[in-house]
């Protein structure tokens, strides 16, 4: 098989998996705390959190593995301008992504607790949502851009 087109599916196929994930667990988690139940905001932020582990983190992984490994097969430069905005634009994801994963946990560890004691999720339950929202916003936007890039390879400047 070739190696560029081997190189180029895997890439292509994490790339869905990454952007994917995150779009359907960043629905499920809006969807479920429009409900309001802290049921349905304990059980979906849980599987939010286990899809991040086994299908977000793997993939993100793979994504700069992959991307070097076609950068090397096509023989471009490292430094090609459209290269080094799009190491930008992931970067700024995974800054967005890694603190968001944390209020995942804490968001489905609060919902357990209150279940657990059949009180209302507390305030800080909240403002971790309104973060985790917020949060989520830059990382869209930033590897909408990665996929903007990835497939007009832009002349940026020089």
Same mark, same amino acid.
């Given at each position: 098989?070739?190696?560029?087109?081997?190189?180029?599916?895997? =890439?292509?196929?994490? #790339?869905?998996?990454?952007?994917? $994930?995150?779009?359907?667990? +960043?629905?499920?988690?809006?969807?479920?705390?429009?409900?309001? *139940?802290?049921? /349905?905001?304990?059980?979906?932020?849980?599987?939010?959190?286990?899809?991040? %582990?086994?299908?977000?983190?793997? +993939?993100?992984?793979?994504?700069?593995? #992959?991307?070097?490994? &076609?950068?090397?097969?096509?023989?471009?430069?490292? &430094?090609?301008?459209?290269?080094?905005?799009?190491?930008?634009?992931?970067?700024?994801?995974?800054?967005?992504?890694?603190?968001?994963? =944390?209020?995942?946990? *804490?968001? *489905? @560890?609060?919902?357990? /607790?209150?279940? +657990? @004691?059949? $009180?209302?999720?507390?305030?800080?339950? =909240?403002?971790?949502? *309104?973060?985790?929202?917020?949060?989520?916003?830059?990382?869209?936007?930033?590897?909408?851009?990665?996929? %903007?890039?990835?497939?007009?390879?832009?002349?940026?400047?020089?």
């Amino acid at each position: 098989m070739d190696p560029y087109f081997t190189a180029k599916w895997l =890439h292509i196929l994490s #790339s869905t998996v990454l952007f994917g $994930t995150g779009m359907g667990t +960043a629905f499920q988690m809006v969807w479920a705390w429009r409900t309001g *139940r802290v049921e /349905t905001i304990h059980s979906v932020s849980s599987g939010v959190v286990v899809a991040d %582990w086994v299908f977000t983190t793997p +993939a993100g992984l793979f994504q700069p593995a #992959s991307g070097l490994w &076609l950068i090397w097969l096509q023989g471009y430069s490292l &430094l090609e301008p459209w290269l080094i905005v799009t190491y930008g634009a992931y970067i700024l994801a995974f800054i967005c992504w890694a603190p968001v994963v =944390h209020l995942q946990i *804490r968001i *489905r @560890n609060m919902a357990a /607790t209150a279940l +657990a @004691n059949n $009180t209302p999720l507390p305030d800080d339950a =909240h403002r971790a949502f *309104r973060l985790w929202f917020i949060l989520g916003w830059p990382a869209f936007i930033a590897l909408t851009g990665v996929f %903007w890039l990835m497939v007009s390879k832009p002349d940026l400047w020089g």
